[in-house]
């Protein structure tokens, strides 16, 4: 467990600004767990809408579990669950090398601008890093991800299995040369979700 202060934490990145609408917010950064799971899916709901579930990233998450030891959740003080993110398993192109993809990362809306989608962001890659990891891909604004060391700059021979603009498409080599040369569509990798049984008819 992992107490995260938005002070201390967004301190080296910029002040506070009430002007901008933020706010000073204490929460902690735990893995998420099955209980977690209905709150998790209310946030995605309210902060992404229910389109999500048709984007290129969710046909690689859909059926698979996310990466073992990398879910995470940010509780408020009420132990709320008010940010999440996963990263899950893939492979880059037919037979290539592995990698992460994360996402969704999302915050809910009422407690936007407090440093919990950057604390989510860092704990992340941080516990990617030591559990063995060498790349992080993800779908996502060039301008936020930057400042976490993402870019376009090594994804320009890969793709999205669906509609996705390829500007967008971004990673980190958490290992140096760890996307050098990859190429093709990325394909689903993670353990797979059991199917559930239904109960037999009296």
């Not at 779908?139 to 993402?150: E, N, S, T």
């Not at 669906?162 to 040369?181: D, K, Q, S, T, W």
Request: with cysteine.
């Amino acid at each position: 467990m992992e107490i995260v202060d938005f002070i201390v934490e967004g301190a080296a990145q910029r002040s506070i600004s009430p002007s901008r609408g933020e706010t000073a917010c204490a929460f902690v950064i735990t893995a998420e767990t099955a209980a977690d799971v209905s709150a998790r899916e209310a946030l995605l709901d309210r902060a992404m809408g229910p389109k999500r579930r048709k984007k290129s990233s969710e046909k690689l998450r859909r059926g698979r579990r996310p990466s073992e030891g990398l879910t995470f959740v940010a509780r408020d003080a009420s132990g709320a669950v008010a940010g999440t993110v996963r990263l899950w398993d893939v492979v880059l192109g037919e037979g290539g090398r592995a990698a992460l993809l994360l996402g969704p990362l999302a915050v809910d809306p009422a407690i936007k601008n407090t440093g919990i989608g950057s604390a989510l962001m860092r704990h992340a890659i941080a516990e990617a890093a030591r559990l063995g990891h060498a790349a992080i891909l993800l779908v996502g604004d060039a301008p936020y991800y930057q400042r976490f060391g993402f870019s376009a700059e090594k994804t320009g021979s890969l793709a999205m299995p669906g509609p996705y603009e390829r500007h967008r498409l971004l990673a980190l080599e958490l290992v140096e040369g760890a996307l050098a040369g990859a190429q093709g569509t990325l394909k689903a990798a993670g353990r797979k979700l059991k199917a559930q049984r239904l109960p037999l008819a009296a």
